[in-house]
C-alpha cells in the first residue's frame, strides 16, 4: 500500500459526459501528479500540482482539468468523455521536488 | 526534451535466473534521478529502484540492481534469482525538477 488513495476504483460512463477522479497523497506529500495509461500503453503525464497550485503541464486536453485543494486532496475533471478516453488515471505524490512519486492503484475509466 | 527509451518491449526469464532490462534516455542535464517502476497485472505502480545522477555507486535493493552509466545514459536494472511474482511491466523513469518522463515499458515473463 503505497498510502496514495484514489476513489471512485471503476467508472463506468457515456459518451459526452463528465467525470471527477479524486485522489488523496500520502501524508506530508504536497505534490500530486495525473497519469493516463490506455490499453498496454506507457504513462502519459497530465498535470501536477504543488501545495495547491499548478506546477507542470503535460498532455492534457482541454476538455481535462484538474485542482488541488488546501487539504492537499486533488480532482482530476474530465469532460465532453469520447470513446478514447477509456484508460487507468493514475494519481502520484511526492514530498516535493526529485523525491520519487508513489502511485495509487488507479481509476479504470470506461466511457461506453 | 529528455526522451527515455526501453528497447525490449518484452523480455522472458526463466526462474531463479538473471535478467537485465536496458533503458536509455536522452537529457543535457547533469543532476536528475532515474526509477524502475514495476506493474504487475494489478496494474499498480510500485517503486522498485532509484538512483541519484550525483551518485556513482549503482543501487541495489535485496535481488534488484541497477548498472548507471552517466556517461552512456544508460539505466539498466538486474533482477538476480527471478521469481514468479516479478512478472510484469517495469517501466525506467527519468526526473528532472518537475518533468517526469517513463519509457514505454517492458513486459517480463518468468518462465517456472
Known amino acids: 500500500d503505497s498510502g496514495v488513495t484514489q476513489t471512485p476504483k471503476h467508472l463506468i460512463t457515456a459518451t459526452g459526459q463528465r467525470v471527477t477522479l479524486r485522489c488523496s497523497p500520502r501524508?506530508?506529500?504536497?505534490?500530486v501528479y495525473w497519469y493516463q495509461q490506455s490499453l498496454d500503453q506507457g504513462l502519459q503525464f497530465l498535470i501536477q500540482y504543488y501545495n495547491g497550485e499548478e506546477r507542470a503541464k503535460g498532455n492534457i486536453l482541454e476538455r481535462f482539468s484538474a485542482q488541488q485543494f488546501p487539504d492537499l486532496h486533488s480532482e482530476l475533471n474530465l469532460s465532453s468523455l469520447e470513446l478514447g478516453d477509456s484508460a487507468l488515471y493514475f494519481c502520484?505524490?511526492?514530498?516535493?521536488?526529485?523525491?520519487?512519486?508513489?502511485f495509487g492503484p488507479g481509476t479504470r475509466l470506461t466511457v461506453t | 526534451a529528455q526522451t527515455v527509451t526501453q528497447s525490449q518491449p518484452e523480455m522472458s526469464v526463466q526462474e531463479a535466473e538473471t535478467v537485465t532490462l536496458s533503458c536509455t534516455y536522452d537529457t543535457s542535464e547533469s543532476d536528475y534521478y532515474l526509477f524502475w517502476y514495476k506493474q504487475p497485472p494489478s496494474r499498480q505502480m510500485i517503486l522498485v529502484i532509484r538512483q541519484e545522477a550525483y551518485k556513482q555507486q549503482n543501487a541495489t535493493e535485496n535481488r534488484f540492481s541497477v548498472n548507471f552509466q552517466k556517461a552512456a545514459k544508460s539505466f539498466s536494472l538486474k533482477i538476480s534469482d527471478s521469481q514468479l511474482g516479478d512478472a510484469a511491466m517495469y517501466f525506467c523513469a527519468y526526473r528532472r525538477a518537475d518533468d517526469m518522463r517513463f519509457g514505454a515499458g517492458t513486459r517480463l515473463t518468468v518462465k517456472p
Open positions: 502520484a505524490s511526492s514530498r516535493g521536488v526529485g523525491y520519487e512519486q508513489y
Open positions: 501524508s506530508g506529500d504536497l505534490s
